[in-house]
């Protein structure tokens, strides 16, 4: 007799999402999904945060090793880097709802009990989380979606996204069957890691500003 396949192997969240409900119900039924084999090794599940009627929604790429352990999204040090990018661009980070594409932090390590080392997504993982991110978007329903690096970009684009052409620009594009206004910039993260930090750091607060003056 042939061996059940187990939920992951779906490749799908689709099974996980509630019938009904607002956020609260999406971060229960989240916590619980088995949509793709990254619940495995992940701590928990990463969902998104802010309020239901937020005018301006941030997506990242998936959580890191902070978010991993606290729950929450961006509360690492590419988060707080965000967040003072935001405040410089004219935006209140607490006014933003933020999520990542992936909701379950996928890493490597070199040995055991080692630093947990980041690990990029695949297109795989990715469409299995699709729903959930659809979902939010649906709730929310952001004025402006800023997307935070290529992985967001092609979770809600397309695998043929690439930042760099586009990034700082006002992009409209149909989105899970609604219209879209998305802004496109490098992730945080990008910035930590840049050699020439300051004039990474000021790239970013440039593309949020255009942000900003498209919500005035």
Known sequence: MAAAKAPEDAYTAQPFLPDRGGLPAL???????RGCPLHR?????????GAADARLML??????????????????????LLDRALAEAGIDPGEAYVTNAVKHFKFTRSEPRKRRIHKAPSPREMTACGPWLAAELAVVEPELIVLLGATAGKALLGSSFRVTPVRGTVLEEE??????RLVPTVHPSA????DD????YR????????????LT
Do not use: I, W
């Not at 090794?41 to 945060?49: E, I, L, S």
């Open 175 to 180: 989105v899970h069957g609604r219209p879209e």
């Open 191 to 194: 910035v930590l890691r840049a």
């Open 41 to 49: 090794d992940a701590t928990q599940t990463v969902f998104g945060a």
């Open 203 to 214: 790239g970013l607060v440039a593309d949020l500003k255009v942000a900003a003056e498209t």
């Open 59 to 80: 997506v990242g790429e998936q959580p890191g090793d902070q978010e991993d352990r606290q729950g929450r999204p961006f509360v690492g040090p590419a988060g707080k």
């Open 197 to 200: 930090r300051e004039a990474a």
């Open 27 to 33: 971060r229960r039924a989240a916590a619980d999904c």
